[in-house]
């Protein structure tokens, strides 16, 4: 699994990298922009903000909104960045199993078909995770509420801790959860599926697997995890240069200009070191998951004779359910 999802890496870099770096570099452009807007912003009213006297609240409204507006259009940009390249991924993997190149026009227009099912996926299964915990937590706040609303409070304490207990005992069947229906994704574009039809061909695929499944999926979230990380020491050693500096040796009070420069420096190298760490972090996971999708498919269902006749047609590859047999 590892081999061939670094092999594919290695073979495929150019449209894997390609869709990650133009979607997750302009989706940091678009935030870059709206913090420099109110970096300038904070640095324009600096002395009014800081001053002697009573703080004027009033001039923090406009700054909050627009900071407000900003995690919104950066939540949304990454997110549908997030689904392209988890729809991109598969598509490239898709040929990369049958040896056959493939360009970055045709995976942008193969991964972009695909994007809504995959949205529509990925909030279902996270929805199918988050359930669990949703329940109990709502459990325990209502009972909380209504003992202390009693004037029973000395009951909030034993509650607080039965809902932790909860917690550990939900979190097995959140995880099994996960694992049942991590191949869903895959499954939206290798047999172009709809998201719930995805998640039953998913549980469908990993039973008989789910240990197996779990131990390689965690492993390829560790792997990019600690890349990830090891990408962005030096970033992050790079950005606090400005701020180990001797304030001394500025002359007077340090206006609102020069402390955001200090920390603009460790902004942009964050921003830097978040893309590049992406870029990774994003394709990896995702070629381990398609990889395991095959290589199930492989086992459970006769799909090399399949994948040997979609190279021979030289026809781009969906790979779908096989008929229904008699057991």
Known sequence: MLSGAFATIGGYWKPLVGIALALFGAATAVLGIGVAIAFSTVAANWDDLTGPGELDTAQLVPLGIAFGVLMVIGVIAYLLASAVVQAAV???????????????????????????????????????????????????????????????????????????????VIAPVAIWLWVKFSLAPTIVVFEAQRPVAALRRSAHLVQGSWWRVLGITLLAFGLASVVGYMIQMPFQALGMIPGSLDSTEMTGEPSGGEILALFGGFVVLSMISGLVSQLFSSIFPPLMTGLLYVDLRMRNENLAPVLAEAAAQNVPEQYGPPPATPS
């Open 90 to 168: 598969p598509v490239v993997l898709q040929e990369a199993v049958l040896g056959r190149p493939i360009g970055f026009g045709t995976v942008w227009r193969r991964a972009w078909s695909r994007v809504w099912a995959m949205i529509g996926t990925v909030f279902l299964l996270a929805l199918a995770v988050a359930i669990p915990f949703l329940l109990i937590m709502f459990t325990m706040v209502a009972t909380v509420v209504y003992f202390v609303s009693l004037g029973d409070s000395d009951t909030a304490g034993p509650l607080l801790l039965f809902g932790l207990l909860g917690w550990l």
